[in-house]
Structures are given as structure tokens and as C-alpha cells.
């Protein structure tokens, strides 16, 4: 879901600029141009839509920073390990996620051009940024989308408080005939990791119920809760909440779902195994995905699909509010909305990411950009 930005100290950076400078920071470390440009699309399409957790902001620290401490590869080796007409087994070899992920869709959406429906399973990846761009693609080809991925471990399964699943998002696109389609691109657990990064940045508390820890109580310091995730001494709660009384079992559920489908199809990496930490030692996280596209014309013409998901979405926006509520939304429409308002911006750069930014710059000597910060 789209968000604005937190905290008073922001820059806004044009999009092309900030586009271009990701994917020549990307070449300077060793991913091939063709490549570069990928992540950076992928990148700059998360702030494009209003999602400021997973795009330039994750830039420097899961990407650019990990190909230099070598636990990811910036040469991306796409191997196709096993392949039938609608379905693909690949293995990415720790390359650049992005790269692994649009080239998994594609290979959907062909299928499923053929055939009608298209899947592929992915091991040994890595972060492929927001899920919603790969339903998107499928979206733009007429056809429903379908991913998600496992990630390192930071979810408490329901009753407990150590972290074993990753935020392990579901992410669904579904085209309509509104400007926008319907894309739910969420964690499965309450928060994500991206989120409490922005309210680390702008040094904001977190509200109660989003993070549990090892006494079953809930913490709200951003900036110790980042650490203590990574020390195992604290965990997000699923989707639904802490316990089972809000449905926090639900979240739960979806969340092993993705993560089984994450691993078992292409005999991947799970919970534990993702830690990305060996005898205290950076080790690639080897990440699984998995990719659906479904041919709409297989089961209807694409028109009529399109315009019943669009009464649909109009006929939910347009029920009865509660008191108080300006408006009711439905998937996909914040991130278009926050399209709108941002084009003619840009991406809102806040203080500790602009130094992110210019240390980046520094370091591979990027003089030809002239940043406003």
C-alpha cells in the first residue's frame, strides 16, 4: 500500500535522474548496463507508486552493499534447470533478484500466451524489490498475475515469538478497465522490514502490535527493533495481529503458504536457512519465488474481465462509509493516486538517505550528477 513520506526534511529528486544514477552506481560495481537498468526500473517504480519502503531507499543497503560484501552477484546467471510447456524450474545463482524475477514473469506470460496459464519457481535468488511489478507485467499483457517470494527470517509464527518466516508477500494484479488495475502487493505479515527502515530514517516510533518480543510483549522503538530482528530477540507479527483473537492465525497461514510454495517446488532455502549469517559471517540469502500468469482469454474475453473487475472495484468504493472516512479505496488505487501527485515531483529523499545517496556518489565518482541536497 502506497504511503506518504515520513518526516519534515525532505528532497524531491526527478525520477529519470534518480533512475539513471541507481543504474550507473549499479555498472560501477560490476552489473552488466542491460541489467543496471532492470533493478533501477524496478527501483524507481516502487517510489513511482508511493511505496518509499523498497525503492531508493533500499538501494545502498540491499543491493549496491551487498554485491561489495560479495553474498550476491552483480553478473546474473539464469540457469533453466527444469522446463515443461507451462511450467519452469530456474536456478539464479545469488544474482541480482530484479533481473531473476522479470525474466521469470516473461517467461509466464509466454506460456501463458500459448498454453493459458504459465509458472515458474525460482531458487537461489535474491531481494526483487516490490512484488507488484512483476503482477503488473502480467496485468500490462492482459492476463492475471500472480508472485511471491520467502525472505529472511522476521515473523513469529501464531503463539510464538521467535522469528522463522520471512514477510513472505502474495501478490496478486488483476487488470480492469479503470485507469489502473487491481494489484495487492502486501507482506503477509502485519508490517515489513522496508517500513520500520522508513520510520527508522525519519525517527519515528512505531505503533503498538506491529512487533513482538521474546516475553510476548510489543515494542514500538524502531531503530532497536531493526537490531533486535537481526539478533533474533524480537519478531513482526503476522498479518491479523499478535495472537489469534484479531485473526492473527490467518496471516500466518498465508505466510508458510508462500513460503512452502517458495521453497518446495524448486528444492530452495527456507525459514532458518535464510538468515544471510553463517558462524557470524554475511552469506548469500538464497531467496525463492514463485511467478504465475493466466491468460484471461482463456476462460473469457479479455473486455468482459476487465469490466466486471472494474464495477466491482467502483460498486465497493462507492458503499457506505463509516463515519468519518473521507473515501473507501480498493487495490491499486493509492499507488496510481501517488503516481499522480508525484510525476511532476519526483522521489522524497529524507537526511539520512540523501547521505546514502552522496556516499554512493563519492565513492564511484558520479560528478555528473548535481543532486539538490
Given at each position: 500500500m502506497a504511503t506518504k513520506p515520513i518526516g519534515e526534511d525532505v528532497v524531491w529528486v526527478p525520477f529519470d535522474i534518480m533512475e539513471r544514477f541507481m543504474a550507473d552506481a549499479l555498472q560501477g560495481i560490476g552489473v552488466p548496463e542491460a541489467d543496471a537498468k532492470v533493478c533501477a526500473e524496478v527501483l524507481i517504480t516502487s517510489d513511482k507508486r508511493g511505496i518509499d519502503s523498497h525503492g531508493v531507499a533500499r538501494f545502498k543497503t540491499i543491493y549496491y552493499d551487498r554485491i561489495k560484501d560479495k553474498i550476491q552477484q552483480p553478473v546474473t546467471r539464469f540457469e533453466v534447470v527444469r522446463e515443461g510447456p507451462t511450467t519452469a524450474v530456474i536456478d539464479g545463482h545469488d544474482g541480482m533478484g530484479h533481473v531473476i524475477a522479470q525474466r521469470a514473469m516473461r517467461m509466464c506470460i509466454e506460456?501463458?500466451?500459448?498454453?493459458?496459464?504459465?509458472?515458474?519457481?525460482?531458487?537461489?535468488?535474491?531481494?526483487?524489490?516490490?512484488a507488484g511489478y512483476y503482477a503488473?507485467?502480467?496485468?500490462?499483457?492482459?492476463?492475471?498475475?500472480?508472485?511471491?517470494?520467502?525472505?529472511?527470517?522476521?515473523?513469529a509464527p501464531t503463539f510464538g515469538v521467535e522469528n522463522m518466516l520471512g514477510t513472505n508477500p502474495l501478490t496478486f494484479g488483476l487488470p480492469t478497465d479503470e485507469e489502473f488495475p487491481f494489484v495487492l502487493d502486501c507482506a503477509t505479515s502485519i508490517t515489513q522490514r522496508g517500513k520500520i527502515e522508513v520510520y527508522a530514517r525519519a525517527g519515528k516510533t512505531m505503533p503498538q502490535g506491529w512487533v513482538i518480543d521474546a516475553q510476548g510483549g510489543t515494542k514500538t522503538d524502531s531503530r532497536a527493533v531493526l537490531q533486535e530482528l537481526i539478533k533474533g530477540t524480537a519478531a513482526l507479527a503476522p498479518l491479523g495481529g499478535i495472537g489469534e483473537d484479531t485473526?492473527?492465525?490467518?496471516g500466518y497461514g498465508y505466510c508458510a503458504v508462500v513460503e512452502i510454495l517458495s521453497a518446495a517446488l524448486q528444492g530452495g532455502s527456507f525459514l532458518k536457512m535464510l538468515l544471510g549469517f553463517e558462524n557470524g559471517k554475511k552469506t548469500p540469502y538464497h531467496l525463492g519465488h514463485f511467478f504465475m500468469a493466466v491468460n484471461i482469454e482463456a476462460f473469457c474475453p479479455l473486455a468482459e474481465f476487465k469490466k466486471t473487475a472494474g464495477d466491482i472495484c467502483r460498486q465497493l468504493r462507492a458503499s457506505q462509509k463509516m463515519p468519518g472516512a473521507e473515501r473507501i479505496y480498493t487495490a491499486g488505487e493509492k499507488e496510481h493516486l501517488a503516481w499522480l501527485e508525484r510525476k511532476g515531483k519526483g522521489v522524497p529523499v529524507n537526511a539520512e538517505l540523501q547521505k546514502e545517496v552522496?556516499?554512493?556518489?563519492?565513492?564511484?565518482?558520479?560528478?555528473?550528477?548535481?543532486?539538490?541536497f
Open positions: 506460456k501463458a500466451g500459448k498454453f493459458g496459464l504459465g509458472m515458474v519457481a525460482v531458487r537461489n535468488s535474491t531481494h526483487y524489490g516490490i503488473l507485467m502480467a496485468c500490462e499483457a492482459g492476463m492475471i498475475g500472480l508472485t511471491g517470494t520467502n525472505a529472511r527470517p522476521s515473523v485473526g492473527g492465525y490467518k552522496k556516499a554512493v556518489q563519492m565513492e564511484l565518482g558520479l560528478k555528473q550528477y548535481k543532486f539538490p
